[in-house]
């Protein structure tokens, strides 16, 4: 018997969680997960093992991805800007919603599908980008990949900018400086996304540092310094800029310090608060 008789019964069920419902039928927000995590890392086999392996990782341990689509903290239409984006696992998700509302599976307990947004991608690592590239080249409209220095590179125009785990390579004066260009570069009710580690809780914080240099390393990159800061520190900062904060915990699952802050330049409609 091979291992593939042996899993069967295991795929079988696992495959029929994935289905996707009857035509035009929204799809249970698990089963619209499966099929979207499944299909926003598959462009990543063109890139190679390591982008595939780590495309299927990062979209099925990481809490950020799946949150985002549940919140509908991207809104349709948007002008999104994700600066750090690694090789843009966000871009191919986007790709995907925008499939999943077109076929009418868009769970109704979710916010908005995010569809028709523009995407720009940065980040300072050309083998990230190439990745991203050779991944997301077939995808209309294309993704705007740029490999540069956030402390550098001018920031076009958006409406939702997002920084999942990248501030705290860079000191405190340039955070400072990449959020006041961010708050500059975003639309009258734009949004930020921005995920920090919270750096009053210790122990956590500190396996949160550990698992990043560590995943650094592996990825063949020399592990950079980092300042972190505290949960109140990062809104202190973010009012300052006139941001309207709401701060979630995002870490689900994990043992990390992870929170994300989403801050909004218009103060929140109630029924948004969560969001
Ligand atoms: C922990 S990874 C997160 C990647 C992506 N945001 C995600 O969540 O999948 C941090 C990324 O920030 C990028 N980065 C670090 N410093 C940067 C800088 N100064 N400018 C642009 N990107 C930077 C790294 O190359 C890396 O891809």
């Excluded at 990782?57 to 799946?66: A, S």
């Excluded at 349709?76 to 999943?100: E, T």
């Excluded at 929170?259 to 029924?271: F, I, Q, R, S, T």
Aim: with cysteine.
């Amino acid at each position: 018997m091979t291992t593939r008789d042996r899993l069967g019964p295991v795929l079988a069920r696992r495959d029929a969680a994935a289905a996707p419902s009857p035509a035009g039928t929204p799809a249970s927000p698990q089963a619209a997960w499966r099929v979207l995590h499944r299909a926003a890392s598959e462009p990543y086999r063109a890139g190679g093992r390591f982008a595939l392996h780590f495309a299927r990782g990062k979209l099925g341990f990481d809490p950020v991805f799946r949150a985002l689509l549940e919140r509908g903290a991207i809104t349709p239409g948007a002008r999104v800007l994700d600066i750090g984006c690694g090789q843009a696992l966000l871009a191919s998700l986007l790709a995907q919603c925008q499939a999943a509302a077109t076929a009418g599976l868009w769970p109704t307990a979710w916010g908005p599908a995010p569809t028709h947004t523009r995407y720009t991608g940065i980040d300072l690592l050309p083998r990230d980008i190439e990745r991203a590239e050779c991944a997301l080249a077939g995808l209309s409209p294309p993704p705007q990949l740029h490999c540069g220095d956030m402390r550098r590179l001018a920031f076009g125009p958006c409406d939702v900018a997002v920084l999942l785990d990248v501030l705290h390579y860079v000191d405190h004066a340039a955070q400072h400086d990449v959020l006041l260009r961010v708050r500059q570069a975003l639309a009258p009710h734009g949004r930020l996304l921005l995920r920090v580690g919270d750096a009053a809780q210790v122990r956590r914080f500190r396996i949160s540092q550990w698992v990043d240099h560590a995943v650094t390393r592996v990825r063949g990159h020399r592990v950079p310094p980092t300042w972190g800061r505290t949960l109140p520190q990062w809104r202190d900062a973010l009012h300052a800029l006139g941001f309207h904060v709401i701060a979630l915990p995002m870490s689900g699952g994990t043992p990390f310090a992870n929170m994300l802050l989403v801050c909004n330049l218009a103060p929140a409609e109630p029924e948004g608060a969560a969001r």
